[in-house]
Structure formats: structure tokens, C-alpha cells
């Protein structure tokens, strides 16, 4: 048999094309969209190239690239957040590109292959598209994540055996998405003894001499962690408090003068229990 003729595969696919046409109005999706890749160096936003959506650090660089499209004399990245869009770099062939005021000085445009570097803010978390007079590529989607500070945790590093005690660990820069804790390296698992309170918080409850340690808080999100860790020292009330009161019967019954130990007692140890 004869393969088919070449004209109704042709028709086909012009009215195919003629349909994909109709079925997006306004500008036309080019072929391939926009990728993005982060550049290193950059905390631990994933380096490989994406396209469609991409989670970047505010801090670190992205580099938008986009595909050719049709000659045309002017081209230009725009964004998108809500309602409101603009023009991140607009370039007619043979002038120099008019970069807008918010992305001044932290883009460069290249002016051969028309692709975009931006040093990441906060705010940049945006739709992003390339287009020249007569296409435009899809919406991009670039989110961008604020880096954790070292947290800090907050808390009374002294606690007397069979008290409480709360440790909250704070991030002061970042939202965190988890948090773990840690005692001397080794992660801490929730019990009726051991208690996390809204992720961030630990609560040791009858605290005995084995809960002294390292404890360390570690903080994640998308793009980084960081950990820091506190010393607790758990004292053993008996033990500070029992000697200062033999040492006062021993002294007082030594001297002979008793009278003078009970005029002392109370300060005494008054001051063993509050500076404990
Ligand atoms: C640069 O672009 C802004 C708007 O994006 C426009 O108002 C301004 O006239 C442009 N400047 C030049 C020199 O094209
Ligand atoms: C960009 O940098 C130039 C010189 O380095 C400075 O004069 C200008 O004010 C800066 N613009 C913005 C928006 O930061
Ligand atoms: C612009 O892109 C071309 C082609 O990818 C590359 O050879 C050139 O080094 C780039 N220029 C700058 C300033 O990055
Ligand atoms: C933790 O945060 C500090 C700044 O608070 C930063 O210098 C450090 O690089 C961070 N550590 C990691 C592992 O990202
Ligand atoms: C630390 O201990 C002191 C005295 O025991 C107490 O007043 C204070 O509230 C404690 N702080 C925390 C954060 O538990
Ligand atoms: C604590 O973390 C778990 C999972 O990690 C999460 O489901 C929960 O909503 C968090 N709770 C708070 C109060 O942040
Ligand atoms: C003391 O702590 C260790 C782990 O930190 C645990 O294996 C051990 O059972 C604890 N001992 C007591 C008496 O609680």
C-alpha cells in the first residue's frame, strides 16, 4: 500500500495549530517556557535548572533564561504578583535596557542570549514571563525563602533536680518549617518526662541529674537549616543544701554558740535556695 499522501497530514496539522491558536487568545505560549536555576554559591536552595516554578533564598542568585522568539525589535521580562504587573528590564535592539527602580542595580540583563540574573529580596517571590512584541513565554513561578539565622534558645540554664523547666528555642530571622531537638547529639523523642510544646518549645518535667547536657535546637525550611545548643545543668538540691547545714551544726556546736547559728539560719540558707 502507498503511505498516505502528504496534503491531509498537512491540512491536519495547520487546523490542529489554527485550534491551539483560537483556544489562547491575546499572546501566544512559545515553544519551551522560561527555566531558572539558582547560582551557587547558595545556602541549600537546590542548584538545578527548573522550569515552571522554583524555590530560591532571598540572598542568592536566580538566572531566568527563555527560549527565542519571533525577531522582534523590543523584548522584556515582566512580572506578575496579584494585579499588579510591570516590567522587571525592557530592551529595544541598540539601546542600553531600561531596568525598573526596584530591580536596579541587583539584575543584569544579557543582551546576546536575553537572559536574566537577579540577586534575590524578599519581595521577588513573583510571576515572571519574557516576551517580545508579538509572543510571550508562560508565567514563571519564582518563590523565594528567607535563609534561618543561628536560633537562639531561651531558658534557665540552672534548674534544681525535681523542677521544671522550659526552653524555647526562637529564629529571629526566617520562618521555620520544623524544628527537632537534640540531647548530646542524640535526637530527643517526646515522653510524659520530656514534652514539646508548639514545636519550638521543650519542657523537661521532674528534672533529675541525667537531664544535664547538651540540649540543641535544629531549624529547617526550604532553603536552610541552622542549630545552636544551650548547656543545661540540672543541680541536685540535697546535695548543696545538706553540707551547708552540717558544715553550720558542726561549726555551731563547735563554737558553742548555738544561739548564733539560729540568728544565721534563716539567710543562711535562705541564700542556698535562692542562689541554687
Ligand atoms: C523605562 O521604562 C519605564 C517603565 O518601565 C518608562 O516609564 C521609561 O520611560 C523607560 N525609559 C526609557 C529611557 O525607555
Ligand atoms: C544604583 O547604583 C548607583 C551607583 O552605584 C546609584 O547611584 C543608584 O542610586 C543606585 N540605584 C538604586 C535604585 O539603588
Ligand atoms: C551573554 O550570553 C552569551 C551567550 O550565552 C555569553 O557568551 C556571554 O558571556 C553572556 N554575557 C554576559 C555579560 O554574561
Ligand atoms: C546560621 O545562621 C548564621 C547567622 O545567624 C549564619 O552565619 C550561618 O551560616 C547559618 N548556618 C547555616 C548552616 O546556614
Ligand atoms: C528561671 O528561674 C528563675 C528563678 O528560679 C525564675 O524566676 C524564672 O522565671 C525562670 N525563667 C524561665 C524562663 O523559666
Ligand atoms: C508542629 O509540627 C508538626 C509537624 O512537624 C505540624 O503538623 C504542627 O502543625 C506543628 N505545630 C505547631 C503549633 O507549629
Ligand atoms: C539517663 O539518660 C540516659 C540517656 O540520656 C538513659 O538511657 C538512662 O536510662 C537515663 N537514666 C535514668 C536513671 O533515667
Request: proline residues 5%.
Amino acid at each position: 500500500m502507498l503511505p498516505p499522501s502528504p496534503t491531509p497530514l498537512l491540512l491536519l496539522s495547520f487546523l490542529l495549530l489554527l485550534l491551539l491558536l483560537l483556544g489562547c487568545p491575546g499572546s501566544s505560549a512559545a515553544g519551551g517556557g522560561v527555566t531558572a536555576r539558582t547560582l551557587s554559591p547558595c545556602y541549600a536552595a537546590a542548584l538545578g535548572p527548573a522550569s515552571g516554578q522554583l524555590v530560591s533564598a532571598a540572598g542568592c542568585t536566580v538566572l531566568l533564561t527563555a527560549p527565542r522568539l519571533n525577531a522582534s525589535r523590543v523584548v522584556a521580562w515582566e512580572y506578575k504578583t496579584g494585579w499588579e504587573e510591570g516590567a522587571v528590564v525592557s530592551y529595544a535592539f541598540g539601546r542600553p535596557a531600561n531596568t525598573s527602580r526596584p530591580y536596579k542595580n541587583r539584575t543584569r540583563f544579557n543582551e546576546t542570549d536575553f537572559s536574566l540574573r537577579i540577586a534575590l529580596r524578599r519581595g521577588d517571590g513573583r510571576l515572571y514571563r519574557f516576551r517580545s512584541e508579538s509572543e510571550a513565554t508562560g508565567w514563571f513561578q519564582l518563590r523565594v525563602v528567607e535563609p534561618l539565622s543561628e536560633p537562639e534558645i531561651v531558658g534557665n540554664s540552672s534548674v534544681k533536680a525535681g523542677g521544671s523547666t522550659k526552653l524555647v528555642c526562637n529564629v529571629l530571622e526566617g520562618k521555620a518549617d520544623s524544628y527537632r531537638w537534640k540531647k548530646n547529639g542524640e535526637l530527643l523523642l517526646g515522653s510524659d518526662h520530656i514534652r514539646f510544646v508548639d514545636n519550638s518549645t521543650l519542657c523537661i518535667v521532674k528534672a533529675t541529674m541525667n537531664d544535664s547536657g547538651y540540649y540543641a535546637c535544629e531549624v529547617r525550611n526550604e532553603v536552610s537549616q541552622n542549630e545552636t545548643s544551650f548547656l543545661l545543668h540540672v543541680q541536685n538540691a540535697a546535695n548543696v543544701v545538706l553540707p551547708v547545714a552540717l558544715a553550720c551544726v558542726v561549726v555551731g556546736s563547735l563554737a558553742g554558740v548555738f544561739v548564733w547559728c539560729r540568728s544565721r539560719d534563716r539567710p543562711c540558707l535562705g541564700g542556698c535556695r535562692w542562689r541554687a
